[in-house]
C-alpha cells in the first residue's frame, strides 16, 4: 500500500500538500518557502505527487545535435565562459559548408532534432540565418529545427531591418521549426543590470516570445540560477513564466539551467551542488502548473544527478546532445563537446526506475523497428573533441 504524503511530507508544509492534492496553484510565497524548507525531500516529494499525476514513470528523452555556428559575441555577458575573449575561447564563425559537415558527422545517429544558438555576431547578415535553417532541413529532411534564442531573433530582425514578427515568419519558411529559451537568464531588471546589460531586457524577452506565439512557433523557456539572483528573484522568474503562459500557452517545458563559474567573470561564485539542482527542479514542478513538461539537463546537472531528478520533479532528461559546446570548453572551434549515447541514455533513465521514452520535440512518442537498443556498458557520458 502507498505510504501517505502526510506522513513523508514534512508537517509544516502540510498547507502546500493539500494545494498540490487539490491541483490548486501555488503562490510566490509558497515558491520561497520552498526555496528555503530545509527538507528538500519533502519538497521533491511534493514535486513528485504532480509529475506522476501528469506523466506517471514516462521519462523523455531525445535524439538531438546542437550547432553552436558562432562564439562572436558584443554582449559580454559576465556569467558566459562561450564567447571568444582574450584568455578564453579563440573567435569562430561556422560557414554553411561547415554546419553541413557536422551534421553529416552524426547522420548515423538518427538526429530528430537539430538545436542551434550561437553569439550575437554583428558580421552575419540575414541570409545566413536563413542559408543556416535550410541547410539543416536540406541535410536532414524531417528533422525538427529549435534555434535562436530571443536574442539572437533581435539581432536577426536587426540586421533585416524587419519587425521581429517578420524575421520569424522568413525562418520559419526556412525550416524553423521551434525557439529555445534562453537569452533572458531570469527576469530580474537588477539582475539584467549587472550581469548582461547589453541583451534584451525581460520586457524585450516577452515581447519577442508573444510575437513567436502569434506566428504560432512552439517556444521552450530555462532559467539561469545561481549567479547573482535571490531565492526571491528566481519564484519571481517561475511566477513571470507562468503568467506569459496563461496568456500564450505556446511553451511546452521548462530547463532550470545550472550556473557553472569556470571561465566567466564569476569565478568567486561558489559553484552549485546537486542539492540545489535538485531543488530548482522540484520547486519549478510545483510553481509552472501549466508547463507540461520539465527538464534536468544532464549536461549541466550530471547524469547522476538527473537520474535522481526524476523522483524530484523531471519528467526528461533532454537528448543525446552531440556537440554541446556552451558549457565546456576547448577543442576544434575551441571547444570541447559530450554526448550520451542512446543505450547509456535508456540505461540511465532505467536504472533510477523510470520508463524511457524517446520522444520527438513536441514530446510525441516515437517507436522504432525493433526498438530494444543494445545493453548499455557504462553510465559515464562520451566526451567528444572537435
Ligand atoms: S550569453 Fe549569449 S549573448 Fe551573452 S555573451 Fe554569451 S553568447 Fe553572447
Not at 521519462?59 to 550547432?67: A, E
Not at 559537415?101 to 545566413?128: K, Q
Not at 566567466?264 to 551542488?273: H, N, Q, R
Request: hydrophobic share 35%.
Amino acid at each position: 500500500m502507498p505510504i501517505s504524503p502526510h506522513r513523508t511530507v514534512s508537517s509544516d508544509l502540510h498547507d502546500i500538500l493539500s494545494k498540490v492534492l487539490s491541483n490548486t496553484r501555488l503562490s510566490r510565497e509558497d515558491g520561497v518557502r520552498l526555496y528555503r524548507h530545509k527538507d528538500l525531500t519533502s519538497v521533491g516529494t511534493l514535486a513528485n505527487l504532480v509529475r506522476e499525476r501528469l506523466h506517471g514513470a514516462r521519462t523523455y528523452f531525445v535524439r538531438n545535435q546542437h550547432v553552436n555556428y558562432t562564439n562572436i559575441c558584443n554582449k559580454f555577458c559576465k556569467f558566459c565562459s562561450f564567447y571568444a575573449k582574450k584568455g578564453g575561447p579563440d573567435p569562430y564563425e561556422m560557414s554553411i559548408e561547415e554546419v553541413r559537415r557536422r551534421l553529416e558527422w552524426h547522420r548515423d545517429s538518427l538526429i530528430t532534432e537539430v538545436h542551434m544558438v550561437g553569439g550575437i555576431n554583428p558580421r552575419l547578415p540575414y541570409s545566413y540565418y536563413m542559408d543556416l535553417v535550410r541547410a539543416v532541413k536540406d541535410a536532414l529532411p524531417g528533422v525538427h529545427v529549435k534555434a535562436f534564442t530571443a536574442i539572437e531573433i533581435e539581432e536577426i530582425a536587426r540586421v533585416g531591418k524587419v519587425s521581429h514578427e517578420q524575421a520569424l515568419r522568413d525562418l520559419m519558411e526556412a525550416g524553423l521549426d521551434s525557439l529555445p529559451g534562453g537569452g533572458i537568464e531570469v527576469l530580474s531588471d537588477r539582475v539584467h543590470r549587472e550581469l548582461f546589460g547589453k541583451k534584451l531586457d525581460g520586457e524585450g524577452w516577452k515581447s519577442v516570445a508573444r510575437a513567436a506565439a502569434r506566428v504560432g512557433l512552439t517556444q521552450y523557456a530555462t532559467l539561469l540560477y545561481g549567479t547573482i539572483e535571490t531565492v526571491e528573484e528566481r519564484v519571481d522568474h517561475l511566477v513571470q513564466l507562468r503568467e506569459l503562459q496563461d496568456e500564450t500557452g505556446h511553451f511546452v517545458c521548462f530547463t532550470p539551467l545550472s550556473f557553472h563559474p569556470e571561465g566567466t567573470e564569476l569565478e568567486d561564485v561558489k559553484p552549485l551542488t546537486g542539492y540545489t539542482d535538485l531543488r530548482a527542479i522540484a520547486v519549478s514542478r510545483l510553481m509552472l502548473d501549466n508547463f507540461a513538461h520539465i527538464k534536468s539537463f544532464w549536461i549541466m546537472n550530471t547524469p547522476a544527478v538527473t537520474q535522481a531528478s526524476l523522483w524530484y520533479g523531471a519528467d526528461d532528461a533532454d537528448g543525446l546532445v552531440h556537440e554541446y559546446e556552451i558549457t565546456y570548453n576547448e577543442g576544434e572551434f575551441g571547444n570541447k563537446t559530450q554526448a550520451l549515447t542512446y543505450s547509456n541514455m535508456v540505461a540511465m533513465i532505467r536504472e533510477a526506475g523510470r520508463t524511457p521514452i524517446e520522444r520527438d520535440s513536441l514530446y510525441q512518442e516515437i517507436v522504432r523497428e525493433g526498438a530494444e537498443p543494445p545493453r548499455a556498458r557504462s553510465l559515464t557520458p562520451l566526451t567528444v573533441t572537435g
